[in-house]
């Protein structure tokens, strides 16, 4: 080979050998960013669109935190669509949005979180710092007195005229605000139903309960009431209150299930006596109730309610009270509502001519319901 033809082929070579030599260093930082996967910012440049979940795998997940349950996180992903993670299973989080983060104990905290290292960083001018273990919430946005706020309204009108007149309604509401430290709840439940002139049914239930929860399962009530009509009980007022303590046996995103009960007192007033009786009498009496709710798809709900009352024989004895229904949604905040009520008396009170109400009382009930 002549010197013209090595430097020919040299300059052939050459370039081919540099490029070689460049993609060498470059090859393993190429193959560790694809095994590291996603690599958050600093605390102090947190992602602005998406919030960020790693799993013990490594890898990171981006969309949304829903909620943090009896120690499941729900996050939305733009890719795998509603994923349930165990909290423990969070290696890191941070956030774009702003949540409110509550403890077992102590002072909740708002802002921008940050999950790493088992603790919980939540910036907002400031940084508060809390145990991973420790958290027992996480829900979004921020604190306003309408977040505390959930309810529903339903109900039914029935009119009907010709060969038979006849009048039906029932109604119910319920009201609950809650926080970190305390729960109160209101309920009222009205049965009307007249035909032909004549009232076949009429009866009213307005209760309510503040329960103050001494951890995040168990809580104190120093007051619950109820009054309750039912001309056709007998009862033409019935009001209960007392004190109580309950406890939260289940509280996910999904199913609740919480249990109560306590010394009550008891004061009626009846529609009807023989004559001589006294027309209204009172006792001490035990109060105890339980409610489930559970979510069965995220257009079903089913729901649970059992209470009764034991007092003396001559305010009625033993009752109860036993719901069971479920809602289906409609379109939005629309549901349709179905639910049995069984209502019981062991000692109705006889009227002045000495009969005696029926023990039992049931009724379905079917309704359109508004939920916010």
Known sequence: MNISDFRQSAVGVIPIALIALLLVPLAPCALAEEDSGWTPPSPADLPTTLDWVQLPSGEWLGGEVVALYDRTLEFDSEEMGMTKLDWDDV??????RVLEVRPVAGVSATGRVIVKDGHVSVLDGQTTVFVQSEVLTLTAGVPKEINYWSGEVS???????????????????????????QRVTAEYIGNYDETDGEQTKNNHRLSGDWDRFITDRLYWTPLFFEYYKDKFQNIAHRITLGPGVGYQIIDTSTTSWRASGGPAYTHTWFEQVDAGEDDNKSSLAMLAKTRVDYELTSDIDLWYDYRFLLGSKDTGGY????????????????????????????DPIEDEQGSAPEQNDSQLLLGVGYSF
């Open 91 to 96: 290696v890191e989080l941070r956030t774009a």
């Open 155 to 181: 109900g039914n009108l029935n009119f009907q005229s010709g060969n038979t007149d006849s009048q039906r309604f029932n109604l119910r509401a319920f009201a609950q605000r809650r926080t970190v430290q």
């Open 319 to 346: 009752s109860h009270r036993m719901e069971v229904g479920s809602s289906f949604d409609i379109f939005g905040d629309l549901d349709f509502r179905a639910a049995y009520i069984w209502d019981y008396i062991s």
